[in-house]
């Protein structure tokens, strides 16, 4: 059997406006602003959902009706929960059909996507809780393998995932970890006694993620029979392709104008056309073999950037500064009870936030500045850090006795 993995992960950050510091102390609406604008939370989620979530759906439930082995994984943050619940809850009826088919799994990650657990694992371990109940009442499920915003992983994390009792953990499969090893086998994390660890094969998921339509690059353009052809080759380094990439990539990364959509429908076909070939889902592919050996990540490892660490969330001053002093006031803005603030302060936690304070350059700045909703990363964090004198300043107001 040759099995591919294939794992997508949904989610849309809640963006904060351009709040000035006239705004501190007179107005706290720091996510809302006109739909119009370029930070519109319900224009970004609509405009995508067009593009990407409505027609990569629809694929997806058009071939887990044609092809009974066709599965995938899905992780879905709740802050794309609660934007679609408000814009497109269709979405979210076609996701419960197909869960309800036994093709589609979800995984378990933080509730706003956030990176919590390299700052405070108590808030970590709350999203974490939040997360498993909103996909409890949502979709019926619970969540059984646990992936990481970002993938971001380390030994630490999996242990702590271990001890949850989770059955697999999702990681990259970067060279410099795996040395000579091959990402398309099952391992084990270090110091884990249960949980299994299922690599990205980043090379064939970057392939259609990042590479697809670049006129540039020396395989383009790619087609699903020279697609298959390389899953062919990389099967004789282990049976477990595991494809992992945003759900985005298709529709809005990558446009319909490529061929994407085309592209993917016919590569579900070809593959499972083709004797014993498999789709699994993660759970699946936890299954279907004994780990073949031990993985120990004790740095923090990511699938961002040429460096693949921490380094797009926590690399200059202004990214550390901010994330010191938003969980500098955590367990003073969670005393106070208030669920409108404990919210605020919450959606700033989101990765995309620090993300979009990033300054690097070459390609990887590319990347970062096409992602973000701000014009440079020294307005997103000016805004950022006058919401957070806001907070503080609602926190303060909030505690002071009355005479």
Not at 303 to 313: C, I, K, M
Request: a negative charge; proline letters at 3%; one cysteine or more.
């Amino acid at each position: 059997m040759r099995a591919i993995c294939l794992y997508l992960h949904i989610h849309q950050p809640t963006r904060y406006r351009q709040y000035s510091a006239f705004d501190i102390s007179n107005n706290s609406n720091y996510y809302v602003d006109e739909y119009g604008g370029r930070q519109s939370n319900e224009r970004i989620f609509k405009k995508v959902a067009e593009k990407s979530y409505f027609p990569m759906l629809r694929l997806l439930e058009k071939n887990m009706k044609q092809f009974p082995e066709f599965k995938v994984s899905l992780s879905i943050t709740g802050t794309w929960i609660e934007q679609a619940e408000k814009w497109a809850p269709e979405l979210i009826e076609q996701i419960k059909r197909m869960v309800k088919t036994g093709h589609v799994e979800i995984l378990g990650e933080t509730y706003y996507h956030s990176l919590s657990f390299f700052y405070n694992l108590e808030e970590f371990e709350e999203q974490v809780e939040m997360h498993r109940r909103i996909i409890k009442d949502t979709f019926g499920v619970m969540p059984k393998v646990f992936r990481n915003t970002e993938l971001a992983y380390n030994d630490d994390l999996a242990k702590w995932a271990d001890n949850k009792g989770y059955s697999g953990i999702l990681a990259e499969g970067w060279g410099k970890i795996l040395g000579w090893r091959s990402p398309n086998y099952i391992y084990k994390p270090e110091g884990c006694s249960q949980i299994k660890l299922l690599l990205k094969n980043y090379r064939l998921s970057d392939d259609i993620a990042f590479r697809f339509s670049n006129h540039g690059w020396s395989e383009w353009p790619l087609t699903t029979e020279k697609y298959i052809k390389w899953i062919n080759m990389e099967c004789l380094r282990g049976n477990l392709i595991n494809l992992f990439m945003d759900f985005e990539t298709f529709g809005e990364h990558q446009w319909k104008d490529t061929g994407i959509f085309s592209f993917m429908d016919k590569f579900i076909h070809d593959w499972l056309s083709e004797y014993d070939n498999k789709f699994l889902t993660v759970s699946e592919a936890c299954k279907i073999s004994e780990p073949v050996g031990e993985i120990s990540v004790p740095d923090i490892l990511t699938w961002a950037d040429t460096e693949r660490d921490l380094s797009a969330w926590d690399s200059n001053s202004m990214q550390k500064s901010a994330m010191s002093d938003l969980y500098r006031i955590r367990n003073n803005i969670l005393d106070t009870q208030d669920k409108e603030l404990i919210r605020d302060w919450r959606y700033l936690t989101t990765s995309d936030h620090a993300y979009s304070m990033c300054t690097k350059y070459w390609n990887d700045g590319d990347v970062h500045a096409y992602f973000s909703a701000y014009a440079s990363p020294y307005e997103s964090f000016i805004y950022f850090e006058n919401i957070l004198k806001d907070l503080d300043y609602r926190l303060h107001h909030k505690n002071k006795s009355p005479y």
